[in-house]
């Protein structure tokens, strides 16, 4: 079972914005496993860029998403690279985000956006797509799969509507 290592700090939970892949001695500079990474799975820093480019070219031609790209700049460049920088660190490869920006700090840099279960969904389902479109092995995809459903779900911020 994939290992989700909680975010240092006050309130860090499971879910957390920490990394998703197994912590190994890969992580402390060695080089056990470091294939097993999620990251090298995808196939390093340029595997990661391609799911991230899908996502956002399929958020941005599905009409179905049209409110999850709404929920974003007219230009998307800031939020592929965004994205790409921080799934690198979380999926086992460099911390290019951290580098840049310092800790994530996921739930509070998405905050000022509502986001439901209807938000969650949509994205969960885009990166769904993008992860068949791009032709991920089923195993890696549900291990993926897991470890974002699981992060988009602490993303929310507002409550469901009432049945």
Same mark, same amino acid.
């Given at each position: 079972?994939?290992?989700?290592?909680?975010?240092?700090?006050?309130?860090?939970?499971?879910?957390?914005?920490?990394?998703?892949?197994?912590?190994?001695?890969?992580?402390?500079?060695?080089?056990?496993?470091?294939?097993?990474?999620?990251?090298?799975?995808?196939?390093?820093?340029?595997?990661?860029?391609?799911?991230?480019?899908? /996502?956002?070219?399929?958020?941005?031609?599905?009409?179905?998403?049209?409110?999850?790209? @709404?929920?974003?700049?007219?230009?998307?460049?800031?939020?592929?690279?965004?994205?790409?920088?921080?799934?690198?660190?979380?999926?086992?490869?460099?911390?290019?985000?951290?580098?840049?920006?310092?800790?994530?700090?996921?739930?509070?840099?998405?905050?000022?956006? @509502?986001?439901?279960?209807?938000?969650?969904?949509?994205?969960?389902?885009?990166?769904?797509? %993008?992860?068949?479109?791009?032709?991920?092995?089923?195993?890696?995809? %549900?291990?993926?799969?897991?470890? /974002?459903?699981?992060?988009?779900?602490?993303?929310?911020?507002?409550?469901?509507?009432?049945?």
């Amino acid at each position: 079972m994939l290992h989700v290592e909680p975010a240092q700090g006050a309130g860090a939970r499971s879910g957390d914005n920490g990394p998703m892949h197994d912590t190994t001695d890969a992580d402390k500079g060695g080089d056990a496993n470091a294939e097993s990474t999620p990251y090298a799975q995808l196939g390093g820093e340029a595997g990661v860029r391609a799911l991230v480019d899908r /996502f956002y070219d399929t958020m941005q031609l599905e009409a179905r998403f049209a409110e999850l790209r @709404a929920m974003h700049p007219g230009d998307l460049g800031g939020s592929r690279d965004k994205l790409h920088w921080f799934l690198c660190g979380w999926l086992g490869g460099p911390a290019l985000y951290e580098q840049r920006f310092g800790h994530p700090r996921l739930r509070m840099r998405h905050f000022p956006y @509502a986001i439901g279960t209807r938000e969650r969904d949509a994205w969960i389902d885009c990166m769904r797509q %993008a992860m068949d479109e791009s032709g991920l092995a089923a195993d890696l995809q %549900a291990r993926l799969l897991a470890a /974002f459903t699981g992060t988009a779900d602490w993303m929310r911020n507002q409550p469901d509507a009432p049945a």
